[in-house]
């Protein structure tokens, strides 16, 4: 038999995912020398060489692609046998893994996961907060906060509600300004937007209240995918920012910055907990899933 062990499977699936040994090891906690070994016996069961492998690169095979879906069957049945036992003894307690944007995962999770930590005290919590798109079932996560519609439809989205991003200003920066009482006034003041890269034809994208687009030609003087950046130069310096509204409405600090052209929104996207579409989820999944939509439901997102 090829595959021994789940271990096994995981090792295969690992090594699939990241076509790099060191990283596939460290994403299933093993040391190199022993995932390699694993790979090594699996090789000289079937035969055949299941990665191909040089100083630059490794690539797969046809016969680990033969191979690859009983793998991940094999892993599971193994994660559903553990979900049933489980449940059998109502125990919330094991290992989650979380995944999250940046900013999102910084300006809200804080207050809930502290809250979720103390009310189940036999789960424990690891938390990726990054913007890149994740794979759920080759790296293991259980749930995810997502900003905007979900692309995969293995996974079940629950909605939680929405983040927005206004325009905000200093009194100081307004008062050099002068008033700005309608959008066409925008389009000649320095602005910073919320945004990743510099994008060829600059542009805002105002929403009013009906849900109608309004679209601004400008050319921006910053653009960068950092709100406590943008906030502190629209403190500090002649700025008006596009800055996610949770960050000013939850600020500790004294409010020094004002909204401007209140009835428009910058951003307004929806905010989603998703997890891997499976029957049965383990308690402890369940249990944070459950906590998490009604901690951040009743924050107004």
Known sequence: MIISEII?????????RHLNFRAAAASLHMPAASFSRRLQKMEERAGVKLFTRSSRAVNTTEAVLAILDHARRMVEEAESVETILARSSQRIAGDLKVTAPTILGQALLAPAIGSFLKAY????????LSDRAVDFITEGFDVGLRV???????????????????????ESTLRILGPIEDIETLADKPLALLHHGMRSAPSLILTDKTGENHTIDLQ????AMNPWLLMALARSDEMIAVLPDILLDRSTEPLSLKRILPSY??????????????????PHV??????????LSKLNV
């Open 8 to 16: 096994d499977a995981q090792v295969l699936i690992a090594l699939e």
């Open 121 to 128: 005290p036999e789960v424990n919590l690891s938390i990726d």
């Open 148 to 170: 905007g519609p979900s692309q995969d439809e293995s996974l079940i989205s629950k909605n939680i509600g929405l983040v927005t991003a206004s325009l905000y200003a200093s």
């Open 220 to 223: 921006p003087r910053l653009i």
């Open 265 to 282: 929104y910058a951003r307004s996207v929806p905010v989603s907990i998703t997890f891997p579409s499976r029957k049965l989820i383990a």
């Open 286 to 295: 369940r249990a944070f899933i459950d906590f998490m939509v009604k901690e």
